[in-house]
């Protein structure tokens, strides 16, 4: 049981990590581009150093110190240059612009996600906060069944502010109505998600996908399944 519940009105949800199961669909993506452009990359050698490039530029980007495209690009080109796989600017463009076009085609969830949001709609008012790009999280949320289940879809690029802003999180809770103190963040960054919440007075859940070191700043679970228990 989670002290805040009986007064709980609003959850909002992160997206990528969290609900979305970011790390499978990107493989897939990335297995249809490697085919159609005959590129005999080790996929499994790609992913395993493309995952902690693209988070650190994620932390660059979400802190302002690069753009979009620096990190489109960038991720690519630092991944393909660790593997010692030599590429074209050109291709790397063309890999680049053809994981956003599929990336959000591939609709796989977190096990637990639906009969979660099952649990919770109509008991609470349900939203997504996310700083992913605005165009393709919504493709993402309708081509995986999310869109049914929420009442507010708010985008970095949309409002723009990315968590842990607080602008982010101020206006999230303005357009909704939805007091801090009744409002709780569930989300897989504990520096974005988490902390970005706290701050604004919102009670939190840390879903820890990454398997982070565990810490005493809100409730963390490993499991979205784990939820169910505690509404």
Known sequence: ???????????????DHTLWDFEKNSYLTFQKIFEEMKLAVDLNHFIFHYNPINHAYWKRYRENQISQEELRYNRLFDTFRQIAFKVTPDQIHRISEAYIAYLSTFPHLFEGAIPLLDNLKGKYNLHIITNGFEQVQHFKIKNSGLDAYFDFVFTAEQLGFKKPHP????????KTHANPSNSLMIGDSLEADILGALAQGMHAIH?????????????????????NAFF
């Open 1 to 15: 049981m989670i002290p805040f519940k009986a007064r709980l009105t609003d959850i909002f949800f992160d997206l």
């Open 207 to 227: 879903f820890n996908s990454h398997k982070e070191e565990k810490h005493d700043k809100c409730l963390m679970v490993d499991s979205l399944k784990e939820l």
């Open 167 to 174: 602008q982010i999180f101020i206006q999230a809770l303005s």
